[in-house]
């Protein structure tokens, strides 16, 4: 847990050599298999942040923590897993990392993901799959699924992804470890490439309760720099919420449509929750069906519009021809994007209005 | 709302989005689409005639003053451009096309 980790560095028990030492050995035993990183910081310059952390009196004071690439690190390279970005350094701080920054806690790398963190398996990345550490020839989830990797495979106790339509809630229940998609607004988009605007989220991952808590309560609270914040600021810690007299919701259509394996794992906690004296209620969510239809044309038609950003003029990948505008743009965006993106893209180019108006209703 | 698809469609999503694909690419969009767009076709099926369009999850946001900031110096900004000379980023032509 972070706390034990930031007893024994302040305490000596554990020396900054060894602690970034053990991540590091744990890396180069693994990571060739696992994949987690796209951009892994070098030893020497994490270990002399780590240190100098450790002079100041944050909440993570010299502990590591990944980083999900489609999040802006002032020096450090943020290719959002596309060859568009594949050389991109961000002149700037994401509003999380220098609220991370500011509580001492340092950058190993940046993790891999799906293509701007479309899909849900990690392998649409322009830099390759990665893989699960429980069983590396499945894939972690995704999109963030080097963040839920890195953590599985014990190359760090946090880190950052983000999720649209499920890319935190995902892979950290593939890998088996923690992950919160916050509510809407209470955590800053400012320096989140971005993908779908209106659903996403920057959210914390751990490999336990007590420190997705704490994590989440720093990078959370309003930010001048992102309209959509609310006031709302989580203390964390207080983890421990009895259970006894808890009224939980059952939706019995989401759990008719699962798998069997998956419908048996909740029953079963469901159980054990009342076994402890929470009252279990059954009830519908409703239109079930019509959710992945609606969130696609969501996500598509704000993706479409946020990605038309990418000429490869200011920044991004350049393919150098000479032509008019549209002709280098258009090569420029064929060649820097990936399959999937460009279908994202492109379908959200043909939606006509009443269907973005109608999936809005909904 | 059926829309159908065939390349010339595909061309003309490729002219509005500025992406110019390679005729396998066109090939495989083309097959993708009909079938994506028939699933988004399940919308339809819904009655919204009494119901309020949602623009945002928020309903209101937060403005902060507007008074200006520092910028990004010059070099910071225009680091990332492929082509640049003298401070400025070059870019492709604007007439044509």
């Given at each position: 847990m972070i706390k034990d980790i930031i007893n024994d560095l302040s305490s000596g028990n554990l020396s900054p050599e060894d602690y970034v030492r053990r991540s590091f050995e744990r890396i180069e035993r693994v990571e060739g298999r696992v994949r987690a990183f796209i951009t892994l910081r070098k030893e020497e310059e994490v270990l002399n942040d780590v240190k100098a952390s450790l002079r100041g009196k944050g909440k993570l004071s010299g502990v590591l923590i990944a980083i999900k690439d489609n999040i802006s690190t002032n020096g450090i390279r943020t290719t959002c897993a596309s060859k568009m970005l594949e050389d991109y350094v961000p002149p700037y701080d994401a509003t999380v990392i220098r609220r991370l920054k500011e509580e001492g806690a340092v950058i190993l790398g940046k993790t891999n993901m799906d293509e701007f963190a479309m899909?849900?398996?990690?392998?649409?990345s322009y830099f390759g799959p990665t893989r699960n550490p429980w069983d590396l020839t499945r894939t972690p989830g995704g999109s963030s699924g080097g963040s839920a990797s890195a953590i599985a495979a014990g190359f760090v106790e946090i880190a950052l992804g983000s999720d649209t339509g499920g890319s935190i809630r995902t892979p950290a229940s593939f890998t088996s470890i923690f992950g919160l998609k916050p509510s809407?607004?209470?955590?800053?988009?400012?320096?989140l490439v971005a993908y779908a605007n209106s659903l996403e989220q920057i959210g914390p991952m751990a490999r336990n309760g007590e420190d997705l808590a704490l994590l989440f309560s720093i990078i959370a609270g309003p930010d001048d720099r992102d309209a959509t914040t609310i006031d709302y600021a989580p203390q964390g810690g207080a983890i421990n919420i009895p259970v006894k007299g808890v009224r939980v919701g059952i939706l019995t259509d989401l759990l008719e449509a699962s798998d069997k394996a998956v419908s048996s794992t909740i029953t079963g906690f469901v159980d054990k929750m009342v076994s402890e004296g929470a009252i279990a209620e059954e009830t519908k969510l409703g239109l079930v069906d019509y959710v992945l239809p609606t969130y696609y044309i969501i996500a598509m038609s704000e993706a479409s519009s946020n990605l038309a950003r990418y000429d490869g003029v200011r920044y991004g990948y350049n393919s150098l021809v000479e032509g008019n505008w549209r002709e280098v743009y258009s090569k420029n965006r064929g060649e820097g994007f990936g399959r999937e993106v460009k279908r994202r893209i492109l379908l959200g180019s043909v939606y006509p209005e009443c269907w973005l108006l109608r999936a809005i209703l909904h | 709302m059926k829309v159908s698809v065939d390349e010339e469609l595909v061309r003309k999503l490729e002219s509005l989005a500025l992406i110019s694909l390679s005729p396998e690419e066109r090939r495989e969009i083309v097959k993708d689409l009909s079938r994506i767009l028939d699933f988004f076709n399940k919308i339809d099926e819904i009655n919204l005639e009494d119901v309020e369009p949602m623009f945002h999850p928020l309903s209101q946001g937060r403005l902060r003053k507007d008074q200006p900031r520092d910028p990004l110096p010059r070099d910071e900004a225009i680091k990332n451009a492929k082509k640049k000379k003298d401070g400025y980023i070059i870019g492709p032509s604007t007439t044509g096309g």
């Open positions: 899909g849900s398996t990690t392998e649409t809407y607004g209470t955590v800053s988009r400012y320096g | -």
